[in-house]
């Protein structure tokens, strides 16, 4: 096989990075947007010894999985990855992607429980991140990035995010036309307002407008007023300073403009405050299914709980009118706040947080259980060694990405610690990630 030959190829798996694969010659071909059973010509764009990535040139015979899509933009804006086919589909797609990474990649044979899927599929998501550019007018635009590129790519109305969110973006970017306030080129390092965040609280409804710019500039306290003006159910407008280039978000500065920088929601019956730069799940249900099977696998009752990752300690206070105690450790000293405070607002007297690195808790904590809920590269080696010196009865791995939870598990089995059952819960409806959770007991 060579670059630009035609092939026809008959789809019988999806990959973890949400590709279709199937055999050509022996060697696995991957294609994007195609579904389990389609039969396909393929042109190959790339070819290696051990594998050949292609585009759909045609569908000579679609699969039962397919369903017409319903995103102008699906397949250019990077965000979604399963709009042509059924959510019955992605949702076995994504419980192989969980069975692969524990068994081939962390090589454990755990109980697999059936993945729970999400109440919605659409509108779901409780934040929503635009970078902000110029089109080819020179003039404001927000929307997406391309797959692995900065190209923003406009989206009239994203599926995945409440109408609401577009509202107050598109007002933003009607602002910066009207009173010339230019967007960031990261190219010349020029312009003013880079990202535009927006977070509303699912249950409470408050709203937190963030615009991130290069530099401040007097018209933005006039764009917080108007924002705050125009829309009602925003509870706070903070500007956020990154004078740096590359691809970071966020700056190290925060200034309040308009309101109250922190949102309260609601989860699982407990009030949570949460900061613009705190960590938070985007699907709101799904997360309080998550924390359900959280709490079945710590069995918390009069336990002792270490919270690893904690962040705005939404996991742990939830956990904390069965147990005797929740310690949360989080590195982000205003999640930290967030976290405090949300405990002082539910009268949880047995729940207290800690601002450090997840591997440098104190000590003397001996807790029952450990939770462990890291960001998408996992765990470092010695947070895994320092939960496991603990000698915790249980440990509840959390994440979104089963590949490094599978390695993570892996290595709790060299510190004596078997993974007995995984569950995925779809937090990321119409994407490819995969949210699991592992139960880990001490086999000694």
Known sequence: ????????????????????????????????????????????????????????ERIVKPSPDREENDCPVFGKCGGCDFRHISYEAELKAKEGFIRDAFTRI?????????????????????????????????????????????RIIPCDNCRLQPHIFKSVADFIIGYMRENKLPPYDETAHTGVIRHICVRKGHYGGQINVTVVVRRKVPELNKLSRKIAEKFPAV???????????????????????????????????????????????????????????????????????????????????????????????ESVESAVNNAVLSARMNSFANARFICSDAADFPREIRPDAVIIDPARKGCALKVLESAAALLPERVVMVSCNPATAARDCARLAEMGYKTVKVRGCDMFPRTRHAECAALLVRDW
């Open 106 to 150: 962390g090589g454990l044979s755990p109980e697999f429980q059936p993945i729970i899927k999400s109440g919605d599929t659409a509108g779901y998501r409780n934040k929503a991140r635009y970078p902000v550019g110029r089109d080819a007018g020179g003039g404001a635009v927000y929307g997406f990035y391309a797959a692995r590129s900065h």
């Open 1 to 56: 096989m060579n670059k630009n030959d035609v092939i026809d190829l008959t789809v019988t798996g999806i990959s973890s990075d949400g590709n279709g694969v199937g055999k050509h010659d022996d060697i696995a071909v991957f294609v994007p947007f195609s579904a389990v059973g389609d039969e396909l010509r393929v042109r190959l764009l790339k070819v290696m010894k051990s594998a050949a990535y292609g585009k759909i």
């Open 235 to 329: 509870n706070g407008v903070v500007i956020n300073v990154n004078p740096a280039r590359g691809n970071a978000v966020l700056g190290g500065e925060e200034i309040t403009l308009v309101g109250e920088p922190d949102i309260t929601d609601t989860i699982r019956g407990v009030k949570i405050t949460v900061s613009p730069r705190s960590f938070y799940q985007v699907n709101t249900p799904a997360a309080e299914n998550l924390y359900e099977v959280i709490r079945d696998f710590a069995e918390p009752d009069n336990k002792v709980i270490l919270d690893l990752y904690c962040g705005t300690g939404a996991i742990g206070l939830s956990l904390a009118d069965k147990a005797k105690e929740v310690i949360g450790v």
